[in-house]
Every structure is written in C-alpha cells, then in structure tokens.
C-alpha cells in the first residue's frame, strides 16, 4: 500500500486512522477511571484538609494508598485546593505539555521535516501504545518524570551543561527509579551533571522533611521497604526482572541480585559507549531500559521509559524492527496470562513486555556516531586526495579528532516511534464499581481492576 501523495489524501488517511484509534481506546482497553490521581488527591485531602497522616490513607474500599517520597506529596501540594474533576483536567493539560517536550527531544532537528502530516500519525501511534494509555488513565506521573529526565538529555546533546541534572534530581526526588540516571552521569564521567543531581534530590527530600517531618521518618523508615503496598510481585503488570521471578514462584532477594547485577553491568558498559559516542539520546534510552528492568516493580505504565528506545531504532535505519516491538507494547497481550501464568506459554507470554525490554537493553544500536563521522571524514579525504581529470589535487581539511566530543549534530536527528496494529483482548469496565462503593482489590495492576503504584 503507497502512502498517500495529496494533502487530501493524507488528511483523509488520519482521520481514519484516528477514527480506529477512538474506537479502539474506547471499546478494547480497560479505562482506569483516574485510579491513581484519586489516590494522590484523597492522601493531600486527608493529609492537608483533615489532618491525618499521609501515608495512613487509603482509597475507600481498597487497601491502597500513597506510596511516594514526601516530597512527591509536597510537589503535589496544589492539587489539594482543586475538586477531583478539576485535577484530572489540570492532569491531562500536563500531560499533554510533558509528551511535546518529550517529542521534541526525541525528534530534534529533524521535527519539522515530519509535518502535520507524520506528527498526526505518531500521535495515533502514541495513542495505541499501551504504557501511555494507561499512564493518562491512571492519572500516572510517568511522562512528566521522563519530561524532567529527557530536558537533561537535550542539556547535554545541545552542550548547554550548566543546570544539566536537575531534572534528574527533581525526578528522583518524586520517585526512586530515576535515581538510577545519577549513575548514567557518573559512569559517563559527567562528574558536574551528577553533583548537580545529587544536589537537587537531596535539597528536594530536605526540603519535605522539613515541610512533613513525621511523613518524612515514616516513609524512609517503614514504607519505602514495604513492598506489599504497592501490590504483589507476581501479578503479570509487573514486568520487570522481579516479576518474571515471582511468577516462577521464586521471591528471594538473592536471586532477585543475581538477576540484576549482569542487567546493571550490560548497562553501565553500553551506556557508557553511547555517552562517549556523545549519543545521550541512546544512553537515556539504555537508562530507562534498565531501571524498568532492575526495579522491584514495573508495572505497565511505567514503560513509557521505552519510548526513547524506539526514537534510537529508528534514527539507526531500523523502523521495522522498532514497528514491530511497538506494536507488541500495544497489544496489551500480558493481560491474556492474567489468571494463570503457568507453562511454557505463560513463561514467554505473560513475560512479553519484559522480553521486550531485555533485547532493546543488549541490541539497542549505540557508540555508531563516531564510527560513522570518521569514516565519512576518510572516504571525503580520500576523494579530494585522488586528482580530477579537469581539475587540480586539492588538500583536504583535516578529519575530526578521534577524542573530540560528538557535537549536536551527532544525536538530534532522532526520529518519532514507529506505530504498529494495537490489538488487545476486549475488555469492559463500564460493570466496574467506583469510588466508595468499589470493593477491595487483590489485584491493582489487573486487566479488570483499577490499581495505584
């Protein structure tokens, strides 16, 4: 099938796109009524109009609750002046804001060469990919954490180093797992980038301590090792290492570390090669893979970490390998393993999108740039070297130094994810309770249950 050549035709093209996409969301996905967002405004309510403790609530007829650091709480802060209807539009608008910087990054210079026409079809794409269905569904926080960690990515590609961190370090003060970009900074010997980070989630955490003292002890002291808050480790929407483990039946922390530490040492060293190519696009890709991977819990929606994988695929030359990986991110095909996840086919199936993340994390194509620049830099030398029949030898310019930074030029041109067909299993929740009247919930993350993490 030809791609349209006709401003007429590619109109007509998205919005039929668009239409399969509205009537996808709306029948096949299960809708997660805000789950999350109820979860942030009822503990600010609690906490700041009632004067209870903010780690005490919980979601009327659940058994689940506020699991953030308190500066997560503190950041927060203004939503408890808003009515829930109010802070889900307020929610949305951010999301909205969050996912243009982040596209912008990912696209670089080359944003305006896709127009109206490629961005509409990434839209639609970006619309099926499950971890962001689920993120503004849930009234999530996941894409203004990759918009605070990707601003420094683009600090760093563009050399306007002088705040680079701080958006890592307001990221991981809000929640631990963008802590693990810290350590992309120092494996990449960003020895300021790092200290600036450092700084910033610590003055952050300080700053709720002084603030919510008591919450402040309460969490790092008890609730951040207590797992069982957040949900159970073998419930097939957590897709990290831990998960596949749990649902092997195997919860030990040892084994859980022997798993991780090789995913952390492939990680430091191919994160490592793409910082020193200067491709910060790829080792914030690699990051994310990893801390998606090595994290006690992963739940679905945390993937939109994956997204900056996708842009590397394709900026590498290989938009079918990353069509075909996006769309299995858009199938909500783990769900299908949610009952049982025993077998062979429980193992690979109910495991898909970690499979997923474990191969882009070993094949995912870094430390090229360089390669690539100084060949070019030899065969143009060897081209002005070779005399012209009409015209004169002339003294090529001397090719880039091996151990000079790549420059912008290098890692902008990434380009938006490729989509694929998102199938998933028909799903309705329009049987569901809500609010009060909604019992509790064994399984937060299920394909028929709202959930908070």
Known sequence: MRAPRTDRGRLLLVLVLAAAVTVFTATVPLLRDWFDLRVYHGAL?????????????????????????????????????????????????????????????LAGPARPRHGWYGWALVACALALFEPLRDTVSFGQVNVLLLALVLADAWLLTTGRTRWAGAGIGLAAAVKLTPALFIGLLLVARRWRAAAVATAVAAGATALAARIAPDASRFYWTEAMWDTTRIGRLDYVSNQSLQGVLARLGETGHAVWAAAALPVLGVWAWRARRAAAAGEWTAAFALTGLAACLVSPITWVHHLVWLLPSFAVLVRAGRPRVAGA??????????????????????????????????GLLLWLPVGHSRGRRLSASSSSSAAALTPSPTAPATVPAPPDRPDRPAGAATVAAAAAPASGPGRGRGRSASSEPTGSTRPAAPNPQSSSERASS
């Open 325 to 358: 990986l996006y769309a299995v991110l858009c199938t909500s095909v783990v769900w299908l393993w949610s009952d049982d996840a025993s077998g062979v086919d429980g193992f690979l199936g109910s495991n898909a999108y970690t499979w997923v993340t474990l």
């Open 45 to 105: 309510d609690h906490w700041v109009h009632r004067g209870g403790r903010l780690y005490d609530y919980r979601v009327p007829g659940t058994p689940y609750g506020f699991t953030y650091p308190p500066f997560a709480a503190v950041a927060m802060g203004p939503m408890a002046l808003l009515d829930l209807r109010t802070a889900i539009a307020v929610a949305l608008l951010l999301d909205l804001a969050a996912l243009a910087l982040v596209l912008r990054v």
